[in-house]
């Protein structure tokens, strides 16, 4: 099986790409490609730039990794209580190829988010929640991690003993349920 997992941010110290990585590790056992939204940085969206210039590379070099994949990890960065702009361009330049059938190509996709603060990204989780199934996802589970730079070690991975037993919980029901 082949996952594809990243971050809805393109910060180079994104603590969402730390989370998304980290959860991925506990997939070995499948191919496991993370992505860096910065390798698909493309112009901000418009309907003028697709009539001028068509839709980008980058943004079909994107959908094609989803289509490629079985199951999908995304850890969402929250910028003012929404999606980053960055995660957004790449969501609004695929959603116009033609002849897509969905924007996340009805993959099974385990959404999360980290903030700094107590509330774990709980308002792009639930915006995420609520309109990507609309767009093809099939939205399997959701983790939050709150205070991730006091509950999250670089090299321990979550150190905070609930939210550790929650993930943990979490992918070993993704697992059993969507990798056999």
Partial sequence: MKILAFAGSNSAASINKKLVTYVASF????????????????????????????????????????????????????????YTTAFKNIFDWISV?????????????????????????????????????????????TFSLPGFHENFDSEKGITHAGAAAELQSKIEKIKADFLV
């Fill in 27 to 82: 997939f070995r056992e499948h191919t496991i490609e993370v992505l860096d939204l910065n390798d698909y940085e493309m112009p901000l969206f418009g309907v003028d730039k697709i009539a001028k210039t068509g839709i980008p590379q980058q943004a079909l070099d994107f959908a094609e990794k989803i289509d490629e994949s079985h199951l999908l990890l995304i850890s969402l960065a929250e910028n003012n209580g929404a």
């Fill in 97 to 141: 190829i033609p002849e897509r059938k969905a924007f996340w190509g009805d993959k099974p996709t385990f959404v999360m988010a980290t903030s700094p603060g107590p509330r774990g990204g709980a308002s792009v989780l639930n915006i995420a929640s609520t309109t990507l199934p609309y767009y093809g996802a099939k939205i399997i589970d």
